[in-house]
């Protein structure tokens, strides 16, 4: 099975959603690993709850981005990771992370890239006036929100929603979406070409 590393700093919904997914059969993956920032993020109480090792790390008492990403890039090559999956990792990568797993790390973000990349895709949308937004899953690259999209999903944005609401619905699409990407890269079907993905027919 295709090893996988999760990157979370919240709730960890998204963790939940693929790891029920993976444990309820059909996608040839383990969760190997979870990656977390945050000391009190649920993904961690998530994480012991399915048995999976989590590596939990404080950024201020590294002296750099690359200071800190260097001791996870030595945890991830020592579980053999083949996959990261970051799943609301609220921190910018460097080309320490990068460099080693460019096509073979993913992201998922709560609009239509490459509308609203960045902080609070939810509100940016809202505040904008847009009609429709939505989830997208895409190859992580140096910039914020910038990778080779693999998939995604539209959500309508409805009058009077708020964060909430909104983010709910886009949740559940991003809980139906990300499974099945991670599905595509485990059976090999998914493949790069420039910034241009294609996923192969089974
Ligand atoms: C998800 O909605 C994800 O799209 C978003 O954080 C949420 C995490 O939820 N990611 C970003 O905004 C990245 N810029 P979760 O912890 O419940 O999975």
Excluded at 54 to 77: C, D, G, H, M, T
Excluded at 90 to 99: A, P, S
Aim: net charge negative; glycine share 10%; proline share 4%.
């Amino acid at each position: 099975p295709l090893k996988i590393a999760v990157f979370a700093s919240g709730s960890g919904s998204n963790f939940q959603a693929l790891a029920d997914a993976i444990r309820a059969g059909g996608i040839d993956a383990t969760i190997s690993l979870v990656v977390c920032d945050k000391p009190s993020a649920y993904v961690l109480e998530r994480a012991k709850a399915f048995e999976i090792e989590s590596y939990l790390f404080n950024p201020k008492e590294f002296a750099s981005r690359e200071a800190y990403e260097e001791q996870i890039v030595a945890k991830l090559q020592d579980k053999g990771i083949e996959l990261i999956v970051m799943a609301g990792y609220m921190r910018l990568v460097t080309n320490v992370l990068v460099e080693p797993y460019y096509g073979r790390m993913i992201n998922i973000h709560p609009a239509l890239l490459p509308a609203f990349p960045g902080m609070d895709g939810i509100g940016q949308a809202i505040a904008y006036g847009a009609k429709v937004t939505g989830a997208t899953v895409h190859f992580v690259d140096g910039g914020t929100d910038t990778g080779p999209i693999i998939a995604q999903r539209a959500v309508e944005v409805q009058e009077g929603d708020t964060k909430e609401t909104l983010g709910a619905r886009i949740q559940q699409a991003e809980h139906a979406m990300l499974p099945e990407v991670v599905k595509w890269i485990a059976d090999g079907r998914v493949s790069l070409s420039g910034r241009v993905v294609t996923v192969s027919q089974c």
